[in-house]
């Protein structure tokens, strides 16, 4: 039977739980009730009043005034929003709050976009009585930060920065300051904005009522004529943006707050780092190279010569003398398209993307215990899960808005095992934090699996159930030497013991995993011995538990969904099976490749050996990104011919035969599949800089210009066509997608998926995997003249290869990369914290200003790799990881000294 209670005399249904403010909101509209401090992503506060109603409880006349925000509606309660005492009550709070409130509407940077200039007028306030205090007037305006303002004159005390650092941030920058009528809000232990630990998110920027805190592009975002929204270009979470434009130009980033993936949050990144789309760096025209130099030439004379030179080197020495690279940072619809290109029209397997970098063994891994490479649960999860396990992740940095999450969940209590050869933010905040040698993941897995079945912790009707080779695994980890396994990863086996307890006790546990785990000479296995431990626990398939890989950029879910590797096609087939062929065949219309192709470090191998010919690249710096810089400079030396599409100069871009200049994600439509599967529409929000093109108008084009009839490019089309060929696409339509998307799975009729494996794996049973350490190559052959480990991370301000945030004020909040190195090691190298060092390895060397942190443990170093003028990767390995052709980022032998 349905609940009611009574607005103005009318019934309405209610829902239990629900507070007196969100269910007049829910049937009169959200602003029929004027607030000061309330918003959708943080608790109900109470503290401006303004949302004050009178109740009576049904046969009870007696009227009642209370703060609609945090007052739960009760059935049959009788609530009046509109009464005369009412509208008194909220003039005379409104009043009190203007006298101390400088009155310069018309000057103040939140001009047409203040809440306290809208209730004031939606409440019909003309006039102020009382005197004007003073109590914020002359309180310094602070804009020592690249991005962050404050001017708290404008100050009303509500709260909502505070509460949005604390809630939703998790970084408790904020607080009030003084009793009374002294009452203020301080940053850290009252500092500036720029001297403070904020980590420049903006979320007290949107929540501020006031221009109390603004940034620098709210003056010119009150010029917008309208917002679009759209995705995120950075990580893997997905976020989704709200774009004030005008004629043009991009005015502002906000976050909407009804989006599932982010909920009116986002990093620094994603709210503050997009003026790179107009920098005068940006390439505006193609070139080609001519006498050694780069030389402007015409859209049609570009493609002409690379029609010409492709044609001729497929002619005289085959197909698979051509690649392509394709790129996380474009749509599904350019990463299907770039695949289509390099097998329908050349027609090779040789085609791969930057997903082999970073989470090619999470693919791999998951595919060969659940059957499906990608994460099984959504980020929502975190609400229902009792235990949180990060594995060789540092989201709070490289995910802001999942790390904020997780923060959250542990702020609350929820135990959280962090599993980092780092200190991180997480593993401050950690229950256990188990700091292991970095490459010795499978032991310390093994090590929990071992205490997990020998406590008798594991899910026997599950495993009976679902799984197969429990007894092998059984076996073999009861067999494990616990002395050596805990000697290896060099953390306590009474810590591990713990942890391993704790997951596996709680009633719903949940795994993420990033880099950590992937970037290793054992990356697959890493994944593998995740997917056991939450298989043979039970947690798998289910709300609040699941195996959940933290993409690295914004499209790596996509570009590998979309075919973007040697071996399987769009939707996974196997390129080697003629039947799964035929399902391309019959879309495409011409005979598909069956053979072998190269992975991204076999095309440099290729190249250098002189098998590989020409290489098209599609948005990537290999040279800053890829391990052993030099030697991927000697492949590209070594090309016929070398095609790249970027948006700047790039360090690869010096060996390119021709360039292309490419739109940006604020030029484009198209489609990003975040890392829980979510498949998102990017909206175009102004039109492609002069002299550039989408990536999928230039692949169409080219595509079209060697003789392959592709329709023009629109992305709806395109992913019309992908739902034809990739299964679990079947349902996906552009006008489906709405404003936050589908989770595929996505059935014909549109119905999404949130969580898989409930019922059974793709594979029938899950599998279980028993795996053995072993140790890298690296380190057995290079560790007694290369005593050092060095692991490469990323920063919270940048991006990769950073061309775009470098070219943005991010790079005044962090201006170069640096090498973190324990204060022991310091000492014993007479290295000063801030001094310039060197990192060597046996491949090369790197000039690096140190910083001496606890971060990590002694003989540990760990290094950002964003600014080309460093380029750590000169120093890194081509070992790889042993199943998947990943590049070992993680373990990098090296000695470091002082310049």
């Known amino acids: 039977m349905k609940k009611t209670a009574f607005i103005n005399d009318m019934a309405y249904e209610m829902k239990d739980g629900e507070t007196i403010l969100s269910f007049i909101r829910r049937h009169l509209g959200e602003k029929y009730i004027p607030t000061l401090c309330d918003a959708p992503n943080l608790e109900p506060f109470g503290s401006c009043r303004l949302c004050s109603v009178e109740v009576a409880k049904e046969g009870n006349g007696v009227m009642k005034t209370v703060a609609a925000c945090h007052t739960p509606v009760a059935e049959g309660q009788r609530i009046f929003p509109d009464t005369e005492s009412i509208q008194r009550l ?57 991005y962050l303002i404050s001017d708290l004159a404008k100050c009303i005390n509500c709260y909502k920065c505070v509460r949005a650092c604390d809630e939703v941030q998790g970084e408790f920058v904020l607080s009030i300051a003084g009793r009374g009528f002294d009452s203020h809000i301080i940053k850290g232990l009252d500092t500036t904005f720029a001297d403070s630990y904020c980590v420049s998110c903006g979320a007290c920027v949107q929540a501020c009522p006031t221009a109390a805190i603004t940034d620098i592009f709210q003056p010119a975002a009150q010029q917008a004529t309208e917002t679009v929204r759209t995705v995120c270009t950075y990580c893997g979470v997905g976020c989704n943006l709200e774009v004030a434009r005008r004629n043009g130009t991009v005015l502002s980033i906000s976050a909407p707050y009804d989006a599932e993936a982010n909920q009116g949050h986002t990093c620094v990144k994603g709210r503050y780092a997009f003026r790179f789309y107009n920098h005068p760096q940006r390439l505006r025209s193609p070139m080609i190279k001519r006498n050694g130099k780069h030389v402007e030439v ?93 594995v060789g992740a540092n989201p709070t940095t490289a995910h802001p808005v999942t790390g904020a999450k997780i923060k959250q969940q542990a702020l609350k209590g929820k135990t959280l095992i962090v599993v980092d050869p780092r200190r991180t933010e997480l593993a401050r905040h950690a229950t256990y934090h188990l ?54 990863c060099g953390v306590n086996r009474e810590l591990a013991r713990e942890a391993a307890i704790a997951y596996a006790s709680a009633p719903a546990a949940m795994c993420f995993h990033g880099l950590g785990v992937t970037e290793h000479y054992q990356g697959t296995f890493g994944v593998m011995l995740v997917a056991d431990l939450a298989m043979i626990t039970g947690n798998i398939g289910r709300r609040g538990v699941g195996v959940n890989p933290l993409r690295g950029q914004n499209n790596v879910q996509g570009a590998a969904d979309m075919g973007v590797q040697p071996n399987l096609g769009p939707g996974y087939l196997n390129m080697a099976d003629p039947v799964m062929r035929s399902t391309y065949e019959a879309v495409y219309g011409v005979a598909m490749p069956g053979g072998p192709g190269y992975t991204i470090p076999k095309m440099f191998e290729a190249a250098e050996a002189g098998k590989l010919k020409a290489l098209w690249i599609m948005g990537e710096d290999v040279v800053q990104t890829e391990p052993n810089s030099s030697k991927v400079r000697k492949a590209l030396e070594k090309l016929d011919f070398f095609i790249l599409q970027e948006l700047f100069y790039s360090e690869t871009a010096s060996y390119a035969d021709v360039i292309l200049p490419a739109s940006s994600f604020l ?53 019309e066509e992908i739902s034809r060929v990739v299964p679990f696409f079947k349902g996906i339509r552009w006008d489906r997608l709405g404003k936050d998307g589908l989770q595929w799975p996505v059935a014909e009729d549109g119905t999404d998926t949130q969580i898989l494996h409930t019922e059974s794996f793709k594979l029938g049973k899950g599998r279980l995997y028993f795996v053995d350490f072993e140790e890298s190559r690296e380190i057995k052959e290079n560790a007694e003249d290369y005593p050092f480990i060095l692991t490469t991370n990323r920063g919270l301000e940048h991006y990769n290869s950073g061309s775009m945030t470098r070219r943005t004020r991010d790079a005044k909040i962090v201006g170069e990369d640096f090498l973190l190195i324990n204060p022991e090691d310091a000492r014993s190298r007479g290295i000063q914290d801030g001094e310039k060092v060197r990192v060597l390895s046996p491949r090369g060397k790197a000039s690096i200003r140190a910083r001496v942190s606890e971060m990590v443990q002694p003989g540990i170093l760990s290094s950002t790799f964003h600014f080309p003028e460093i380029l750590i990767n000169q120093v890194s390995s081509d070992v790889l990881d042993s199943e998947a052709d990943c590049p070992e980022y993680k373990v990098v032998a090296v000695d470091v000294r002082k310049e």
């Open 90 to 146: 909220r003039r005379n709070i409104l009043e009190l709050v203007l006298t101390d409130h400088p009155l310069e509407c018309l000057t103040c940077d939140a001009n047409g976009q203040c809440e306290l200039q809208e209730v004031a007028a939606r409440i019909g306030l003309k006039e102020v009585r009382y005197p004007q205090g003073d109590n914020h007037l002359g309180r310094p305006r602070d804009d020592s930060h690249p």
């Open 667 to 719: 030029e484009k439509s198209g489609t990003f599949t975040n890392g829980e599967r979510r498949v998102q529409r990017v909206n175009r929000v102004i039109p492609p800089l002069p002299g550039t093109k989408p990536d999928g108008v230039i692949v169409t084009e080219i595509m079209n210009r060697m003789g392959y009839s592709q329709p023009d490019y629109d992305p709806a089309v395109v992913l």
């Open 298 to 390: 015409s859209w049609e004379e570009a493609y002409d010569h690379i029609a010409g030179r492709l044609n001729a080197i497929k002619a005289e020495y085959g197909p698979d003398a051509i690649a392509g690279i394709s790129s996380s940072r474009c749509t599904n619809e350019e990463n299907y398209l770039m695949q289509k290109f390099i097998r329908a029209v050349i027609g090779t397997n040789n085609i791969d993307g930057c997903a082999r970098i970073c989470h090619a063994p999470t693919a791999l891994g998951m595919q060969r215990t659940f059957g499906m490479g990608a994460a099984t649960n959504s980020i929502e999860d975190l609400k229902y899960t009792d235990c949180i396990l990060v």
């Open 435 to 488: 700091q292991l040698r970095p490459g010795t993941n499978v032991a310390l897995l093994n090590l929990m699996m071992f205490y997990i079945i020998k406590e008798g912790l594991v899910d026997w009707p599950f495993i009976e159930k679902r799984l197969e080779g429990y007894d092998e695994l059984r076996t073999k980890i009861l067999a494990l030497d616990l002395d050596e396994m805990e000697k290896v």
